[in-house]
């Protein structure tokens, strides 16, 4: 089991950044791939980035590559995305979510745990 709880979203201006965190508790976390999605209102839940267990492999949308960078402390159980240059279509919810089975995949329905999410917008 892991439990998943997001901070760091709010309102910022286009070009600036923001620092989204991910708290996980449970045992399972150290060994579960990570991932960020998120959702723009009437938009599909969408892939942004994830992290392997180890956190040395990483993997981007295309729309976020160069501007975010994931990473992870499994020693603190968290899950970060630092998210420079925010343009307004980052605008969305950002869930933090586990794939317990290392599926290590962009799909949602592969990972098994998620937080209840954080709002980002991005202001023109």
């Known amino acids: 089991q892991v439990q998943l709880v997001e901070s760091g979203g709010g309102l910022v201006q286009a070009g600036g950044s923001l620092r989204l965190s991910c708290a996980a508790s449970?045992?399972?976390?150290?060994?579960?791939?990570m991932g960020w999605f998120r959702q723009a209102p009437g938009k599909e839940r969408e892939f942004v980035a994830r992290?392997?267990?180890?956190?040395?492999?990483?993997y981007y949308a295309d729309s976020v590559k160069g501007r975010f960078t994931i990473s992870r402390d499994n020693a603190e159980n968290t899950v970060y995305l630092q998210m420079n240059r925010l343009k307004p279509e980052d605008t969305g919810v950002y869930y933090c979510?586990?794939?317990?089975?290392?599926?290590?995949?962009?799909?949602?329905?592969?990972?098994?745990?998620w937080g209840q999410g954080t709002q980002v917008t991005v202001s023109s």
């Open positions: 449970g045992r399972t976390f150290s060994r579960s791939v």
């Open positions: 992290i392997s267990w180890s956190g040395y492999m990483t």
């Open positions: 979510a586990a794939d317990s089975n290392s599926y290590y995949s962009s799909s949602a329905d592969k990972y098994d745990y």
